[in-house]
């Protein structure tokens, strides 16, 4: 599977951006399905994952209350709703999918996705 993320742009402190990522070449739904994020001189961190029903999705405690990943299999692309965002959430967003939940909390999944740049000012 290919995943092409957009969205991202520069946004004020305090306000929204949804960023998504597209799959391409197979169905996101037959895979989990993963947000994460690298900003400048820091280690790529989890924010979010889902399972391949989308039924349940996981967040890391950085982003849980102001991030919610969704799916829409119509369009076979994820989502990543970001609000009351701040500055420390600039950073290059990045999906990514794997067909075990595990390879994408610990990091490690097959398929990633390109990134897209989000910039937060404050």
């Known amino acids: 599977v290919q995943l092409q993320a957009s969205g991202g742009g520069l946004v004020q402190t305090g306000g929204s951006l949804r960023v998504s990522c597209a799959g391409s070449g197979r169905t996101l739904s037959s895979y989990a399905m993963g947000w994460f994020r690298q900003a400048p001189g820091k280690d790529r961190e989890f924010l979010a994952a889902?399972?391949?029903?989308?039924?349940?999705?996981y967040y890391a405690d950085s982003v849980k209350g102001r991030f919610t990943l969704s799916r829409d299999k119509t369009k076979n692309t994820i989502y990543l709703q970001m609000n009351s965002l701040k500055p420390e959430d600039t950073a290059v967003y990045y999906c990514?999918?794997?067909?075990?939940?595990?390879?994408?909390?610990?990091?490690?999944?097959?398929?990633w996705g390109q990134g897209t740049l989000v910039t937060v000012s404050s």
């Open positions: 889902t399972i391949k029903s989308g039924e349940s999705t």
């Open positions: 990514a999918a794997d067909l075990k939940l595990h390879n994408i909390v610990v990091l490690n999944p097959e398929y």
